[in-house]
């Protein structure tokens, strides 16, 4: 990729020297935020060979053309935010890094830098400008003086554009971003000092609006969760760079929301599958963890955030105890309540169906919103109907609203009780599940009871199913009485699963991975029927040795 060549056609470029406001001040960095998180050296490595990759998706950097980019699909969106740049810096010198960097920083101005256009979005721009600010060696080693003044007047002019615009960012993430770029610029340019207090109130307002209390965001989504620890992360950098003390209230959320991360994780360093999404990259998470700046325990007993955790000796239980997120605040949100994801050590056994997230066009078409139902997780779902209504559009419907959660511990074992009425309305029956995980780590006990509420009474039987989706690897072999299981794994001793109440099938499914692909595997499925007096399916999982 001739990048020099690019960069020296680029420095006769009229429109970078208009976008120099020569004339003015010239603008300077008063420091550079120090991203301590390591980028993926195998991406980078990608990256300077010339191929751009999101799932299965891919882009020439020879001769990109910006203006084809669009902002708003998965590829496009980490293209314009420019957080590869920690991939480049994982497998690249600062010289050879940058003449990749600064070539395709320098096509971005001339295709974006003159005009508000969906590369504009706010929380684009906030993401932008962390990146850019993190990884300012990067992009600003060449003494070209218009390139050096273009790309900084651009980038206060991106965060006199988050002033005014960051509020219309859509609530949640987008709007904590657009908010964290404008701090980060506000500390570190030497434009943007005067609305450091309006930037610092921004962001408080944001985070106030779509984290709860524990630390959880109200998307409930854990990708998105590890975004938020990131972003407030990069933020913290930009404080120590600016030789600023970072806000005991953004202390105190990135700590919550790394706490809040640390409760969907397995025992293998991957998340659990929830709102869409997957269990995303170990390499990537540990990072993370590891260079964000915070340090927190896992929350096991949230509040809005939902996700309880129970652990013992190395076996993990995560169940999903509250409704699905808020319609404005989760773009894909899934009906999800009572499902739970089980490992034992570094081996998942037993999972949900996880969705692509952000790796949009990944999966064959049509199949995404059915990874969002109650089917394609491991819960109870009563006469094939979903616990919250999926509308056609994607959006959720009514359904669970109304989820209970009582938690013990004691000498011999964890216990969690929950219920939900997403089937109240259609059947009368209320949806109860009660888990135990003893505290040698060896058993899991489960029971879900249909129990009459309301009015509403089923005149027929209708027809349950449990389901329990099986990690990609672990096999099971029925029992001759079709009431158990040998479950077999790669990385963990055998399982016996048993059940009463029900009877077992086992039946294909699928699970997508961390890079968004679709993975065969299998799931244990204990059928039934119940009438208007309900019912009540026991279950079991003990480790045999």
């Not at 070539?103 to 504009?120: E, Q």
């Not at 524990?214 to 854990?222: A, C, E, F, V, Y």
């Not at 972003?231 to 953004?250: H, T």
Request: proline content about 5%.
């Amino acid at each position: 990729m001739s990048d020099r060549g690019a960069l020296q056609r680029l420095a006769t470029v009229p429109l970078l020297q208009r976008l120099a406001s020569r004339g003015k001040p010239p603008l300077r960095l008063l420091g550079v935020a120090r991203d301590h998180v390591i980028g993926s050296k195998a991406r980078g490595e990608q990256l300077l060979a010339g191929r751009f990759f999101v799932g299965g998706e891919a882009v020439a950097l020879d001769d990109l053309d910006w203006a084809a980019i669009d902002p708003s699909t998965s590829l496009g969106a980490e293209l314009h935010g420019f957080s590869w740049l920690r991939d480049v810096a994982a497998a690249a010198t600062r010289e050879r890094g940058a003449a990749l960097a600064e070539g395709l920083v320098g096509r971005w101005l001339v295709a974006h830098g003159s005009k508000v256009d969906p590369a504009w979005a706010p929380g684009l721009w906030g993401e932008r400008l962390l990146f850019w600010l993190a990884f300012a060696p990067y992009i600003l080693s060449r003494r070209d003086a218009d390139y050096r003044s273009a790309l900084l007047n651009t980038m206060a002019r991106g965060a006199r554009h988050l002033a005014a615009e960051a509020d219309n960012a859509p609530p949640g993430l987008a709007r904590i971003t657009a908010w964290a770029g404008l701090t980060a610029a506000c500390l570190l340019l030497s434009s943007g000092t005067s609305r450091l207090a309006k930037a610092e109130g921004g962001l408080s307002r944001a985070l106030a609006s779509a984290q709860f209390d524990d630390g959880g965001l109200m998307s409930r989504s854990p990708a998105e969760q590890a975004r938020l620890v990131d972003r407030l992360g990069l933020l913290r950098a930009a404080y120590a760079a600016a030789r600023q003390d970072f806000p005991q209230g953004f202390e105190d959320s990135g700590a919550a929301a790394l706490a809040a991360l640390h409760g969907v994780t397995m025992g293998d360093g991957t998340l659990s599958s929830w709102q869409g999404g997957n269990e995303g990259s170990r390499a990537a998470l540990a990072a993370l963890v590891e260079g964000c700046g915070f340090r927190a325990r896992p929350l096991r007993q949230p509040r809005g955030w939902g996700y309880h955790r129970l652990s013992a000796l190395g076996t993990i239980l995560v169940i999903d105890a509250a409704p699905p997120p808020p319609r404005k605040l989760a773009r894909i949100g899934s009906a999800s309540t009572l499902a739970i994801e089980l490992s034992d050590g570094q081996q998942k056994l037993v999972v949900n169906c996880g969705g692509p997230g952000d790796l949009t066009g990944t999966l064959p078409e049509g199949l995404a919103p059915a990874l969002r139902t109650t089917a394609a997780h491991s819960t109870l779902t009563l006469a094939d109907t979903n616990s919250t209504a999926i509308l056609p559009d994607g959006s959720l419907g009514r359904g669970a609203e109304d989820v209970s959660v009582s938690r013990t511990e004691d000498n011999d074992a964890s216990r969690l009780e929950s219920a939900h009425d997403g089937y109240v309305r259609g059947f009368g029956l209320v949806h109860q599940r009660a888990l135990s995980l003893g505290n040698d780590g060896k058993e899991v006990r489960g029971l879900d009871r249909l129990t009459p509420r309301g009015r509403r009474k089923i005149r027929e039987d209708v027809p349950f199913a449990v389901r329990f989706h099986l990690a990609p690897g672990v096999e099971a072999v029925p029992t001759a009485d079709g009431l158990g299981a040998l479950i077999r794994s790669p990385g963990a001793p055998p399982w016996n699963f048993r059940c009463r109440g029900a009877q077992l099938d086992l039946e294909e499914s699928v699970v997508v991975d961390g890079q968004g692909a679709l993975r065969s595997t299998l799931q244990l499925v204990l059928v039934g029927e119940v009438s208007h007096l309900g019912a009540e399916i026991g279950w079991q999982f003990r480790r045999s040795s």
